[in-house]
């Protein structure tokens, strides 16, 4: 309570200046930051004074003798004797039961205790310790209401990141923005476009985690609509690291680790899968059977077996080194950090290496002027292979992953497969066949300037520049067999990826009395560009030059030349009003003009407002000495979404060739026109309203903390590219339409369980709910989820009503069993048996009044079938679909634990997410139950002798298209708890380091991804096959699965 | 003091307020969208080669290129389950049609395209019909490209009626919703109202010329004999209900394929084409990978060797690229040593393998078809190959019309997705067994014009003359030589229902190829679940309006075509 008092009395207190001794000083929070607004004030007087924005503050004490304290919420207090010093350092150490500290938000820096909307931060040190390439991955599990999804876990493959529940039907990932300025981060793409989303690499992989101070997550409305348009689905801030004053610091760390897949999946090796695939030929009727003694052989186990999963499969590693110079005056602050990582995958031919340098400069070129850059580059260097296509007709690029799961174990061992029907190549052949090299470089470079008008009124402009170039080669060699083949295939890819922002702000605050006023008025300009250049050309005469040679192919594909810009210009502000520092209010407005819509729709307004009382500062709570915090927060607000390509809302045409008779004998193509997009003259943002209260609390001086949150959100106008009747001429219209609704709970506690000098263990838990239903389309059913080309209307649809994701497809019911029918009553067991093997393929007829669901279709009027529930009519058709399983999480939720023991600390890290499903989309071949290589639960399949009701018989007529029905075999129950982290370090005391002459050692072993608590039968739980889009969550194809490492390091400090 | 500051820093604020209001009036311009990568409506659609380019872009429906092509890979779908037609491949959408439980979700039309395609083109042509006839160019040329637009449109809704019944009357350029929220109209008034008007628009005004590819006016001329000829004949409605056509169209069918045959430049092909040992016989030249756009051919289109421009009929038409089931299974088969040949079957397989895909393939019933010595036979049933250095190889029974024989001899760049073999839609034979029909039901018996015409498609394939028939005699042998002729052109399911035979003629056909059918052994394709003694359901004479489609169209009122 001391701290309130203080305050209490520096707001009252009238400034008095006497004359003489002055003293001039500067205020730094732990980390080197500047502190501004600390109080200053003599001890046992009224004096003081407040330090501006940058922490220096002057003040004129009566005699050497004086004492100073200064103060700051969230920091213990510092005293100091004047003497002869006249210029003061002065560096707070945050209190340890920190009930405040300052948090990053849109355009400005908070205190958190003023913090009137719902923001989640997360330190430096969570963000590293997982070891990550990218940051993405290391945000699971760290805050309620986020949700990230592994789309990979190929090095450097991004996260699917989602901020309380989806927003959009038209891709939800939140704004990111470093340093202040919102960054592109469009995906790199995959340079074969036949690859899903989740196999490229994620321009968040280019930044630097341990360049990383903090992360913030803005989530409610009175946070994000200063981003306007773009706030809708929560603003991810972060903020890198400065210089701090003081005396120069080296930083060295370096880690090595080793990583593995965790998991095979169990299929069937080549003795399994002859006899499987004769028995599915038996049952179907075929003809062409394997002779007596393969099968013989088979059942003996001759047959040698390859294990293709372990071809390609490998233990990887990584190493991570940075090196960081910072330090400076009070003129000048510097931090000079570069990164070295190195990374090889798990899938052979996979590698993700990372050179990067960054220069963060603050300096004070005058009292009023300071200026400082954020400049950082980044190098790229990966090779991949194809980890997500599943598409048979792909020349040699089926997913690495897929070939090694579905290629039979006998091939390439026995000279016996063309003549069977399963011609393939192998995955060894895959990944020998096939390069691709990713080179990426991307400036993220901000330079600012401040003009100090006076201690209360500031003007700052930043000019932002980032451009990323990525390189991508990929040649396959002429060595796939000819239905495979492109006799040799160069594609090359060069894109290049611009934005530039200019930003000026005003920022002011002025206190009367008890009214406290802040606030920031600012203007922004972004412009982006997208520039991308493709070649592809086949038929080489052998394989030297590559892609060096386009000239010599014989097929040259057209290139392609596309280019896209957008514009954005927009007008922002924020008011907090603080009364007493019990009332707050902060009013929020953003108007924003983009290109990217039509054109009498460019601009739109979001307002936000936001209130918070505290409670704590009322004198009944004050009195209740264990409550050290109480404060009621509510926002309503409202937020955009503008990420759609440029140029939807316009009519296009689109060129193309067209063969006709050239006159003379030959046959030459002609360019053709046609409309390629009905003009939408609509076109306009999506806008979400989302209502936000929540209460933030703390016990025992903060010791034991949380924060409680409901929210709700409502998204309307959504934009979506709008199946259409055919009809029309189009297949799709981008339109304005439908709503979502949100809502859900957030919980965060935090608790120093052990607190003392040698001992001490920190406990943080945060759990969140939260779901998105649809609740409104212009019509029902719009197709969604994932099809490979057979699945009428995709494995999802959208139904008023329904979750977004919402599985849809059959429902299975049980196997067709021999009392079913009417040619096996009244029969002995045997008998039954015996007539069912004299023939297996033929058909039989249901008993009268039988209702236990159906088979596919007439054909498999037989015992051992698949049996789906049937609406009655007898007929399974599109009216006997429903709605199969749910791809949101009901709860998602992370345990952070963090234990001292004298020099030793323990971290464990656990997060998980339940009652999501998942659909495993290999399974539509692994478990297909025919003659093709499988999952090894086939061995399970229905027999006569073997008559389960789960599994149906073997048979070969389900390979293809037409049987297949999409049913709730294949969605699975994807919940999961993950022991996300597990760390061991040392910190060496005081004598080794003074030896040493170091500040810092830590040495360090760390496991990451150690053990995953799930049913589902893939690789990894938490995949997504298509990446962010919302339209097809949940849904992986043998994945590229993420790897258990083991990491050791140390981290030296000079 | 305190004061004063403030008021300066006012001023300073309403000066920052302006700055920011100039940048605001700025705006506007900023914002403003100016792609460089494609055209838009706008700026289109001003010169004659505007009007030319966007014309050609109407053709491309039929045959893309794509993997979802009409006429370059999945149309032939339509006969299967015909007498001519089958499937090798198990399990997948073409088995619906062959064991007739096609259904509204079946992926030929959901993600094949098999009903969109030819409403993209319907769009494309009416853009064609609204804004050509704006643009400031040569009279002539702008009325034969908006009848080139019109005959297209015409073909496409006579696919469309003909596959799916009713459909909606579009013939506005769609720019807004209401122009394509449409109710379904019945297919009298779509004939009426678009098909018929459109083609005879089309006769007066395209050009006259051989076909090259582009719709000429004797191309208009044989499509509007065959829509006579079909609306002379029986359908099923959208509602189930079998209903005979206007029998005053036989007539008008017998006039119009008359005019093409008196007064157009096109002609049958007659002469061999022979190439070392390797002869073609006049019958194949129009298929000829090296003479395409034949004097014979009216409508045909154009697929070119190059990725995205190629047919992929030669993947689909290969039951397997060697003859084993066929000539024998057990591999020492040496089925030509009477001709010196001592090659194993295995080793006379196509070099090129295509894929064994056999989507459709043959059935030994059309082989039966046709008379002995009908050089069609032959050639059409391709089961052995002689280049022209005399190399023999074998196949099971595939249609030659779907191969490309340089990707069947594995020529350096050749690829099952680009395969060379052009679709002949309409052939000057069309209008010479249009005439012989329609005039020997119009006249009430053969006319001497009938048998003339009869006798060309005859002796060209090397048969001998008929005379003398009666009425049904002639009648009879009018639909088996349409049958014979046209084999793998996509006619017989339309011939079957337009003479009221699809029952009858599809309840027992013949699948296992004999000795008689110059089969080593009797040889069954295995993976078919077709028994071939399936009744037509009633329901399928017509396809199923696709089940998005029907979503999609609720608000319009739309309803199913009875039975699915």
């Known amino acids: 309570m001391k701290i309130f008092y203080t305050i209490c009395l520096l707001i009252c207190s009238t400034f008095v200046f006497s004359q003489e001794i002055k003293v001039t000083g500067t205020v730094y929070d732990s980390e080197g930051n500047l502190l501004g607004n600390t109080s200053v004030f003599i001890e046992g007087t009224k004096t003081g004074t407040i330090a501006d924005f940058d922490g220096v503050f002057s003040i004129t004490v009566p005699n050497e003798s004086s004492k100073l304290v200064v103060s700051y919420i969230g920091f213990v207090d510092q005293k100091l004797t004047v003497g002869l010093q006249t210029n003061f350092t002065i560096k707070m150490k945050p209190d340890t039961q920190s009930l405040d500290e300052i948090v990053v938000v849109g355009y400005g820096k908070v205190k958190k205790g003023d913090l009137t909307g719902a923001v989640s931060s997360i330190k430096e040190k969570d963000i590293t310790n997982s070891g990550a390439v990218s940051i993405e991955q290391a945000l699971a599990g760290k805050a309620a209401g986020v949700i990230v999804t592994q789309s990979s876990g190929m090095p450097g493959a991004g996260a699917n990141i989602k901020i309380r529940g989806i927003n959009s039907l038209n891709g939800s990932e939140p704004l990111y923005v470093v340093d202040g300025t919102p960054i592109n981060n469009s995906s790199a793409g995959s340079l074969n476009s036949e690859d899903e989303a989740s196999g490229s690499i994620s321009p968040l992989s280019m930044i630097n985690p341990a360049d990383i101070q903090s992360i913030e997550i803005l989530k409610d409305a009175s946070a994000t609509a200063i981003y306007g348009s773009r706030g809708a689905n929560g603003v991810i801030l972060i903020t890198t690291k400065t210089g701090e004053i003081g005396k120069g610091v080296i930083y060295i760390d370096h880690d090595y680790s080793i990583n593995q897949n965790i998991r095979t999946l169990p299929v069937l090796d080549s003795n399994e899968f002859w006899l499987t695939r004769n028995q599915a030929n038996l049952n179907a009727g075929n003809t062409n059977l394997y002779s007596q003694q393969k099968q013989d052989s088979a059942r003996a186990g001759l047959f040698r077996s390859t294990n293709w999963q372990k071809a390609v499969f490998r233990t990887g590693n990584t190493s991570n080194t940075n090196v960081n110079f910072s330090g400076g005056n009070k003129d000048i602050r510097y931090l000079v950090s570069t990164n070295l990582l190195n990374a090889k995958g798990i899938v052979e031919k996979t590698d993700f290496t990372r050179t990067s340098s960054r220069i963060n400069l603050d300096a004070n070129i005058s009292d009023k002027i300071k200026i400082g850059t954020r400049t950082y580059y980044a190098l790229i260097d990966s090779d991949q292979q194809s980890t997500s296509t599943n598409f048979t007709n792909t020349a040699g690029l089926n997913s690495i992953i897929q070939r090694a799961i579905r290629t039979p174990s006998f091939v390439g061992l026995d000279a016996l497969s063309t003549d069977d029907g399963v011609e393939v190549y192998t995955p060894t052949l895959a990944l020998e066949g096939n390069d691709f090299n990713n080179k990426i470089s991307q400036y993220l470079v901000n330079a600012f300037g401040t003009y100090n008008f006076s201690k209360d009124f500031e003007f700052k402009s930043v000019i932002t520049y980032q451009n990323r170039s990525t390189a991508q080669r990929f040649y396959q060699k002429n060595i796939f067999p000819a239905a495979f083949s492109r006799r040799g295939w160069a594609k090359t890819s060069d894109i290049r990826v611009t934005l530039f922002t200019n930003t000026n702000t005003f920022e002011f605050k002025k206190r009367f009395g008890k009214h406290n006023i802040s606030g920031v008025l600012g203007q922004s300009t972004e412009s982006f560009e997208f520039e991308m250049l493709r070649t592809s050309n086949h038929g080489f005469a052998n394989d030297l030059l590559t892609y060096f040679d386009p000239g010599s192919a014989t097929f040259n594909d057209p290139d392609i030349v596309s280019y896209q810009n957008s514009k954005l210009v927009s007008f922002f502000g924020r008011v907090n009003y603080n009364y007493q520092n019990k009332f707050l209010v902060t009013l929020t407005g953003r108007y924003d003009g983009s290109s990217r819509f039509a054109e009498n729709n460019k601009w739109a307004f979001f307002p936000a407002a936001a209130v918070a009382y505290k409670l704590s500062r009322e004198k009944f709570i004050r009195d209740i000495e264990s409550i050290s915090n109480l404060k009621l927060r509510l926002s309503y607000g409202l937020s955009g979404n503008q990420v759609i390509q440029p140029y939807q809302s316009l009519s296009q045409l689109q060129s193309d060739q067209v063969g006709f008779g050239d006159g003379s004998g030959g046959e030459s193509l002609s360019t053709i026109y046609f409309n390629s997009q009905l003009p939408n003259a609509n076109l306009s943002w999506e806008t979400t309203a989302q209502f936000d209260a929540g209460v933030d609390f703390g016990f025992f001086n903060n010791r034991f903390n949380g924060t409680f949150d409901y929210y709700s959100k409502t998204t309307d106008d959504l934009l979506f590219n709008n199946q259409i009747t055919i009809i029309s001429g189009f297949r799709n219209f981008f339109q304005n339409f439908g709503s979502l609704e949100s809502y859900g709970y957030e919980l965060s506690l935090n608790g120093d369980i052990i607190s003392t000098d040698y001992i001490s263990w920190n406990l943080g838990v945060n759990a969140s709910t939260g779901k998105t239903k649809i609740t409104s389309l212009t019509f029902n059913n719009a197709n969604s989820g994932y099809n490979q080309g057979w699945i009428a209307g995709g494995t999802q649809r959208l139904i008023v009503g329904e979750e977004v994701g919402a599985f849809f497809g059959y429902k299975t019911a049980g196997i067709a069993q021999f009392n079913d029918f009417v040619e096996f009553q009244n029969l002995s067991r045997a008998d039954q048996i015996a007539l069912y093997e004299a023939d297996p393929s033929a058909t039989y007829t249901f008993v009268n009044d039988f209702n236990r669901g159906l088979p596919i279709n007439s054909t498999r009027h037989q015992p051992g079938e698949q049996l789906y529930n049937d609406n009655g009519d007898g007929e399974l058709n599109e009216e006997d679909k429903r709605v199969i399983g749910t791809a949101q999480p009901d709860i998602s939720f992370g345990i952070n634990s963090n234990f001292t023991y004298g020099n030793f600390e323990f971290g464990l890290f656990i997060d998980g997410q339940l009652g999501q499903d998942l659909v495993n989309v290999a399974n539509f071949q692994l478990l297909a139950f025919d003659a093709a290589q499988q999952l090894n639960t086939v061995l399970n399949a229905w027999t006569p002798i073997n008559s389960n009701n789960v599994y149906p018989r073997l048979n070969a007529l389900n390979s293809g298209a037409s049987p297949f029905r999409f049913s709730d075999r294949y969605v699975e129950d994807a919940s999961f708890v993950r022991l996300q982290n597990v760390t061991l370090g040392y910190n060496f005391g005081k004598v080794v380091l003074d030896k040493l002459n170091l500040s810092q050692l830590n040495v360090f072993v760390s496991g990451t991804n150690l053990h995953v608590w799930t049913n589902y039968s893939g690789f990894n739980p938490d995949v997504s096959l298509t990446g962010s889009n919302t339209l097809a969550l949940g849904h992986d194809n043998g994945g590229y699965p993420i790897a258990r490492s083991i990491r050791m390091g140390l981290k030296l400090k000079f | ?564």
């Open chain 2, 1 to 564: 003091m305190k004061t004063n500051k403030y008021k300066i820093m006012n001023i300073k604020n309403i000066l920052g307020l302006l700055l920011l209001s100039i940048i605001a009036i700025s705006c506007e311009d900023y914002l403003k969208e100016d792609p460089p990568t494609f055209i838009s409506t706008t700026n289109f659609y001003k010169t004659a080669s505007d009007a030319r380019t966007a014309c050609d872009g109407i053709y491309e429906n039929f045959s893309d290129g794509s993997s979802n092509s009409t006429y370059g890979r999945f149309w032939p779908v339509i006969d299967l389950g015909t007498d001519d037609v089958t499937s090798r491949t198990q399990g997948n959408l073409y088995n619906d049609f062959l064991t007739h439980t096609v259904s509204s979700t079946n992926s030929w039309f959901e993600n094949f395209g098999q009903f969109s395609n030819f409403w993209i083109g319907i769009s494309r042509a009416n853009n064609v019909i609204a804004y050509v006839p704006q643009i400031e160019m040569d009279e002539d040329e702008k009325n034969s490209i908006i009848g080139e637009a019109r005959a297209l449109r015409a073909l496409y809704y006579y696919h469309l009626v003909r596959t799916y019944g009713n459909m909606p009357l579009v013939t506005e350029a769609v720019s807004t919703e209401a122009d394509f929220n449409k109710p379904r109209s019945s297919v009298d008034e779509i004939y009426n109202q678009i098909i018929i008007p459109d083609l005879q628009y089309a006769e007066t005004v395209c050009k006259d010329a051989l076909h090259l590819g582009r719709i000429t006016k004797w191309t208009a001329k044989v499509v509007l004999a065959d829509v006579y000829l079909n609306r002379a004949g029986w359908r099923r409605t959208s509602q189930g209900v079998l209903v005979q056509g206007d029998p005053s169209n036989w007539a008008l069918a017998r006039d119009k394929a008359k005019e093409v045959i008196e007064n157009s430049p096109h002609d049958l092909n007659t002469v061999a084409l022979t190439n070392g040992q390797n002869i073609t016989p006049a019958y194949g030249v129009a298929w000829s990978e090296s003479s395409p756009f034949t004097k014979e051919s009216m409508f045909e289109l154009a697929a070119v060797p190059v990725e995205g421009f190629g047919s992929w009929l030669s993947r689909e038409c290969s039951p397997a690229p060697f003859g084993t089931g066929y000539w024998g299974r057990a591999a020492g088969i040496r089925p030509f040593v009477a001709q010196g040949n001592n090659d194993r079957i295995l080793d006379m397989r196509f070099p090129g393998r295509p894929p064994a895909q056999g989507s459709f393939i043959p059935t030994p019933d059309l082989y039966d078809a046709f008379e002995d010595g009908d050089e069609r036979r032959d050639w059409s049933l391709m089961t052995k190959y002689i280049t022209s250095g005399g190399k023999t190889y074998v196949s099971q029974p595939t249609f030659r019309k779907y191969v490309d024989i340089n990707y069947f001899l594995g020529d350096e760049g050749t690829s099952f997705r680009n395969t060379n073999n052009n679709f002949i839609i309409y052939r000057f034979a069309d209008a010479l067994l249009i005439y012989a029909e329609a005039a020997n039901e119009a006249d009430g018996s053969p006319s001497l014009d009938a048998y003339n015409a009869l006798n060309r498609i005859r002796n060209r394939a090397g048969l001998a003359n008929v005379s003398g028939l009666s009425q049904d005699a002639f009648r009879a042998l009018a639909w088996n030589e349409r049958r014979v002729e046209f084999n793998a052109e996509c006619k017989r399911r339309f011939d079957l229902i337009r003479t009221n035979q699809l029952v009858t003629e599809t309840l027992n056909i013949t699948l296992t190829w004999t000795a008689q059918q110059d089969s080593a052994t009797d040889y069954k394709n295995s993976f078919s679940q077709f028994s071939g003694t399936q009744a037509w359901p009633d329901n399928e004479w017509l396809l199923p309006i696709p089940q998005s489609e029907i979503e999609l169209n609720e608000i319009n009122g739309w309803l199913q075509n009875k039975g699915y």
